[in-house]
C-alpha cells in the first residue's frame, strides 16, 4: 500500500511538474521588450487638419522584439496633455492589423481624436502619444512620450442625421413643418436646390418640428447656433453643407437647358416650379435625319455662378451608361442623372421612339427624396 502512495505522490508531483514548465513556458512565450526609441513624426509637430481623404500623419518606431522571435503587436495610444496613459482617450492597431511598426493616421481619425480630447473645433490642442507593445496580452508600453499638436477641422463631432432649411427667405417660410429637408450626399454632406429670397432670413435644422438644433452660414462656415443667413439676390441655389469640416458652398442655377447632341445646341430651357424642380411645357422635338438614321441624343445643360461671381456651365448626363433608346418596359433608373463631362456624344440619352415630331413636357428632379432624374412625357403630335 504505502508503495502505491509513493508512486501515486511521484506521479501527481511530476504531473504538476510538467504542468508549471508549460505554463512557464506559455507564458514565457508572450514577452515582448517595450518599443525604446520613436521615428515619426518628431516631437511637437503642428499639424493643420485638412479634409482631404488622402491628408494623413505617418508614425514610426523602432521595432519592439519577442522573446520567441516572434511577431510582435503593437498599438498607437493617444491621451490628453498631462495623461499617463492608464486610460488613453483613443487606440488604434498599427497598419497590417497591429504586425507593423508604423502606421498611417488619416487627418480626419485625428479630428475625432482631438474632439475627444476636448479640442474645439477649428482650435488648437496637444495630444500625447505612445505605442504599446505585445503578443496580445501583457502589453509593455513605450520608453517613450511625444506631444502632436494639431488644429482641428472646423466640424461638428455630432453630425445630424436630417438636415432642412427653413425661415423666412425659404421656400417653405418660417413654418418649421414646411421646412425643405436636404439631400444626404455622404456621411455628413448634404446638397438642397432650393430658392431663396434676398434680404430674408433663412437657416437649417435637424428636425421639422419640435426645438431643433439650428446652424447658419458665414463667409463659407457652417455653424450652430440661433443666428441666420441672408442672401443679396433672389435666386435658386445649390447649397453644399459639409459637417465634417463646417464648410457651406453656394452656387447660383440662373438656367436649365434641354441640350440636343445632333444640333450641338440647346433646344429650350426649363422654368423653375419650386422643390428642386424644372419644367418645360409643350416644347417641340424633332429628332435629326443622318445617313444612317435619326439622331435622337440628348443631355442637359445647367448655368451656375459660384460663389467667386464666375458663370460656370455644367453638364448633366446618364448615371447608368446606355445606348439603347427607352421604351414602356425600361426601369426608371434609364433617367437617372450624374455630372457629366462636356463632351456632346457622351454621358447622354436616347429618346424614345415615339418622341421624333412630338411636343412634350420635359421635367427635371433636383430632389432629396429620389436619385436626381427627369421625365419626358408626349402631350400631342407637330
Known amino acids: 500500500m504505502k508503495k502505491i502512495l509513493f508512486k501515486l505522490t511521484v506521479l501527481s508531483s511530476l504531473i504538476f511538474a510538467f504542468l508549471g514548465c508549460e505554463e512557464d513556458e506559455h507564458l514565457r512565450d508572450t514577452n515582448v521588450t517595450a518599443v525604446n ?35 510582435v503587436l503593437y498599438e498607437v495610444a493617444f491621451d490628453v496633455e498631462g ?21 498611417t493616421i488619416s487627418h480626419k481619425q485625428l479630428n475625432k481624436i482631438g474632439e475627444l480630447a476636448g479640442i474645439p473645433s477649428a482650435e488648437t490642442g496637444t495630444l500625447i502619444w505612445t505605442v504599446f507593445s505585445s503578443k496580445g496580452i501583457n502589453e509593455l508600453q513605450a520608453n517613450e512620450i511625444r506631444t502632436i499638436e494639431i488644429t482641428r477641422l472646423a466640424g461638428f463631432a455630432d453630425v445630424p442625421v436630417d438636415v432642412y432649411v427653413t425661415g423666412e427667405g425659404s421656400e417653405g417660410g418660417d413654418d418649421l413643418s414646411q421646412a425643405s429637408i436636404m439631400k444626404g450626399t455622404a456621411v455628413g454632406e448634404y446638397e438642397i436646390y432650393t430658392k431663396l429670397t434676398a434680404g430674408e432670413a433663412y437657416y437649417f435644422t435637424d428636425n421639422n418640428s419640435g426645438t431643433p438644433r439650428q446652424f447658419y452660414t458665414e463667409d463659407g462656415l ?77 443631355k442637359f445643360s445647367l448655368t451656375t455662378v459660384n460663389s467667386a461671381g464666375d458663370t460656370v456651365t455644367e453638364w448633366w448626363g446618364t448615371l447608368n451608361s ?36 412630338a411636343i412634350v413636357d420635359v421635367t427635371v428632379y ?17
Open 322 to 357: 446606355t445606348d439603347s433608346r427607352p421604351n414602356a418596359d425600361s426601369p426608371d433608373s434609364y433617367y437617372y442623372m450624374a455630372p457629366a463631362t462636356d463632351d456632346i456624344w457622351a454621358d447622354k440619352w436616347k429618346f424614345a421612339g415615339e418622341m421624333d415630331m
Open 366 to 382: 433636383f430632389t432629396a427624396e429620389v436619385p436626381y432624374t427627369h421625365k419626358i412625357e408626349k402631350v400631342g403630335d407637330q
Open 222 to 298: 457652417l455653424k450652430e447656433g440661433e443666428s441666420s443667413s441672408t442672401v443679396a439676390e433672389t435666386g435658386v441655389y445649390r447649397i453644399n453643407l459639409d459637417f465634417n469640416v463646417g464648410s457651406a458652398v453656394y452656387t447660383q442655377i440662373t438656367d436649365v437647358q434641354l441640350f440636343f447632341s445632333p444640333l450641338n445646341t440647346a433646344l429650350f430651357s426649363l422654368d423653375y416650379q419650386g422643390g428642386g424642380v424644372w419644367k418645360a411645357n409643350s416644347e417641340p422635338i424633332e429628332f435629326k435625319q443622318e445617313g444612317w438614321g435619326r439622331d435622337e441624343r440628348y
Open 83 to 103: 495623461g499617463d496613459f492608464t486610460n488613453p482617450i483613443y487606440k488604434m492597431a498599427s497598419d497590417n492589423t497591429g504586425g507593423y511598426n508604423h502606421t
Open 37 to 71: 526609441a520613436f521615428y515619426e513624426p518628431a516631437d511637437g509637430k503642428s499639424v493643420i487638419l485638412q479634409s482631404s481623404a488622402s491628408a494623413s500623419v505617418y508614425f514610426e518606431w523602432e521595432p519592439a522584439k519577442a522573446e520567441d522571435s516572434g511577431m
